[in-house]
């Protein structure tokens, strides 16, 4: 003889994760504050190929001194 049927379980809807809202943001830059580091990381970077090409230039000349 067959088996009775089984009765199954109704599908339940599993429970999502809700978004939370984030905490503000202590950290504020302003632009100013970007253009102002921006333009010293470029003077730094023109300072030092500027004193490394002077070191190259001062080698160069007391080297052709000693021919």
């Known amino acids: 003889t067959p088996a009775p049927p089984t009765a199954t379980p109704t599908p339940t809807r599993t ?3 809700t978004p939370t809202p984030l905490p503000p943001n202590p950290v504020i830059l302003e632009n100013e504050d970007i253009y102002t ?3 010293q990381g470029a003077g730094y970077t023109g300072a ?6 002077l070191f ?3 080698g160069h000349k007391l080297s052709n001194r000693r021919r």
């Not at 030092?48 to 090409?53: D, E, K, S």
């Open 48 to 53: 030092a190929f500027l004193l490394v090409g």
């Open 56 to 58: 190259f230039y001062i």
């Open 15 to 17: 429970p999502r994760l």
């Open 37 to 39: 580091a921006l333009l």
